[in-house]
């Protein structure tokens, strides 16, 4: 989150906070980092997951580098801006890229569904199927397979 709340910083002119951020964001992915080699190295039944390979993590470590890379530059050249000794404070409710939650509704219950028909449906009282029966075992009689044989004449040429 840091990550790419230091590249929105950015985008605003803020170098300084998104230095900071990113820095921050640096210092979180390194211990995630830790953890999940820590992770891939415990022995148990079932199959082992790496999550430090997982494309995301890769991808998420060099975005870190190269976007505060890219910080540090710009404020040694244009802004001149300091880094503040905190973090900057994220948002925790995002209002860009998310579509407001609709609350369900369940829908009106039609006019034939009465207490009288809910009370028809009575499984006790289902009908006896009578091919549950189990069949009994036929013989599967084996089939002749056709001798076949590779063929020099089959038309193909490589040239």
Same mark, same amino acid.
């Not at 009465?114 to 009282?125: G, I, N, Q």
């Given at each position: 989150a840091?990550?790419?709340?230091?590249q929105?910083l950015?985008?605003?002119?803020?170098?300084?906070?998104?230095?900071?951020?990113?820095?921050?964001?640096e210092?979180?992915?390194? @211990?995630?980092?830790?953890?999940c080699?820590?992770?891939g /190295?415990?022995?148990?039944?079932?199959t082992?997951?790496?999550?430090?390979?997982?494309?995301?993590?890769?991808? *998420?470590?060099?975005?870190? @580098?190269?976007?505060?890379?890219?910080c540090?530059?710009?404020?040694?050249?244009?802004?001149?801006?300091?880094?503040?000794? /905190?973090?900057?404070?994220l948002?925790?409710?995002?209002?860009?890229?998310?579509v407001?939650?609709?609350?369900?509704?369940?829908?009106?219950?039609n006019a034939?569904?009465?207490? /009288?028909?809910?009370?028809?449906?009575? *499984?006790?009282?289902?009908?006896?199927?009578?091919?549950?029966k189990?069949?009994?075992? /036929?013989?599967?009689?084996?089939?002749k397979?056709?001798?076949?044989?590779?063929?020099?004449?089959?038309?193909?040429q490589?040239?």
């Amino acid at each position: 989150a840091y990550c790419y709340h230091g590249q929105t910083l950015l985008a605003s002119d803020k170098c300084g906070e998104a230095i900071r951020s990113l820095q921050e964001s640096e210092k979180f992915f390194a @211990k995630a980092e830790a953890l999940c080699k820590e992770y891939g /190295e415990t022995k148990g039944p079932g199959t082992t997951a790496k999550p430090s390979g997982h494309l995301f993590f890769r991808k *998420l470590g060099s975005l870190i @580098k190269n976007t505060l890379e890219k910080c540090q530059r710009e404020n040694g050249f244009i802004y001149f801006q300091k880094v503040p000794a /905190e973090a900057p404070q994220l948002e925790l409710k995002a209002n860009y890229g998310l579509v407001d939650p609709v609350p369900f509704e369940f829908p009106a219950l039609n006019a034939h569904w009465t207490p /009288e028909t809910l009370a028809a449906f009575d *499984l006790t009282k289902r009908p006896k199927d009578d091919t549950a029966k189990p069949k009994p075992d /036929e013989e599967v009689k084996p089939l002749k397979e056709p001798d076949i044989k590779p063929q020099k004449d089959s038309g193909c040429q490589i040239s």
